[in-house]
């Protein structure tokens, strides 16, 4: 069974007029220490989060309930189920509420 061996963030901010990023997206993956993980549950665990988190890079803002889905917090599975594959063409094919960030000098 899946282990809370790491942890991680993304994050992006929003510009003043709250109607779009004010930048890229950062992201933080962590390895917990305290307890002692086998090298196998680590890199489980860092391969679920990281997928958890790109989710949220393609506009997967919000954890979800259901434990097949990689949007669950913590994850439980390691790749993108039914459900986000519906969830990611859903948001794709609806009008955006947030514009992109500026381009990169």
Request: hydrophobic share 35%; aromatic share 4%; with cysteine.
């Amino acid at each position: 069974p899946p282990v809370a061996a790491c942890g991680g963030v993304t994050q992006g901010a929003l510009d003043t007029t709250g109607k779009a990023f004010a930048g890229p997206f950062e992201t933080e993956i962590v390895i917990l220490t305290g307890t002692v993980f086998t090298p196998g549950q680590v890199e489980a665990c860092v391969r679920r989060t990281t997928v958890h988190e790109l989710g949220h890079s393609l506009g997967l803002f919000q954890e979800a309930p259901d434990t097949l889905s990689v949007m669950r917090s913590p994850p439980r599975v390691s790749e993108p189920g039914a459900i986000d594959r519906r969830t990611v063409q859903v948001l794709y094919h609806t009008a955006a509420t947030l514009g992109p960030p500026p381009p990169q000098p």
